[in-house]
């Protein structure tokens, strides 16, 4: 138990559908991640939300679309994904800066689309 | 900008055998340093970090790492492989007072019986 949970942990969407992934923390850290993890390719960065505002969106596509209503959850809402966007997306968050500056990882959703 | 590379994207020990895992950086300035490693289908855990104190960090479950500044290295052993530990291991750098984390590719390691 890491402190960052993820749901759903599994979820199976067609192109068409409009689904959401959730993150919570209760570490009272002030940035958080979304990650995207594809077999055989490196951890891939998607955004980074620091004091609630988004500092970095990295290239993504349109169909994904964070939301971070307060510094203890973080969304990603998804819509008409393509079979390429299978992965498994991690939430992390982490004190933006000092001495104690690791990220905290939670499960993962597990994202298949058919 | 900052990178991390890891050399041997797959590793194989015999339990009871030494364990290296390679990592190096590069940064502009002196940076943070971590170790993760993951097993499958879960998250990322934290196996130790150099955040500029002692270059030699000790971790969990028997791991180490030494942070070399001339070598930009810092490289992950453990004395004697146990089973369990075979997993994803990933290197990753931050600087320290930005927000991103830079991660390596990741070696994943096999134990042998």
């Known amino acids: 138990e890491t402190g960052v949970t993820q749901t759903p942990r599994h979820l199976v969407m067609g192109m068409t559908n409009k689904k959401s992934l959730k993150c919570e923390q209760h570490?009272?850290?002030?940035?958080m991640y979304w990650y995207k993890q594809s077999a055989k390719k490196p951890l891939e960065l998607m955004f980074v939300y620091s004091l609630e505002e988004r500092v970095e969106n990295n290239s993504v596509p349109s169909r994904f679309s964070p939301e971070c209503p307060n510094s203890s959850h973080l969304f990603l809402h998804l819509h008409t994904l393509q079979p390429e966007d299978s992965a498994l997306y991690l939430c992390a968050s982490s004190q933006e800066a000092g001495v104690n500056t690791e990220a905290f990882f939670g499960q993962g959703t597990r994202l298949t689309v058919v | 900008a900052q990178s991390v590379t890891q050399l041997g994207s797959h590793v194989s020990v015999s339990e009871g055998a030494l364990v290296l895992l390679r990592c190096n950086y590069s940064s502009s300035v002196p940076p943070y340093l971590f170790w993760y490693v993951q097993y499958p289908n879960q998250g990322l855990q934290l196996l130790l970090k150099?955040?500029?104190?002692?270059?030699l960090v000790k971790g969990i479950n028997g791991f180490e790492a030494e942070f070399k500044k001339s070598e930009t290295s810092f490289h992950l052993t453990k004395p004697s492989a146990h089973m369990s530990d075979a997993a994803e291991y990933f290197c990753?750098?931050?600087?320290?007072?930005?927000?991103?984390?830079?991660f390596g590719p990741g070696t994943r390691l096999s134990v042998l019986p």
């Open positions: 990753a750098v931050r600087r320290p007072y930005g927000q991103n984390f830079v």
């Open positions: 570490l009272g850290h002030n940035a």
């Open positions: 150099y955040t500029s104190a002692a270059t």
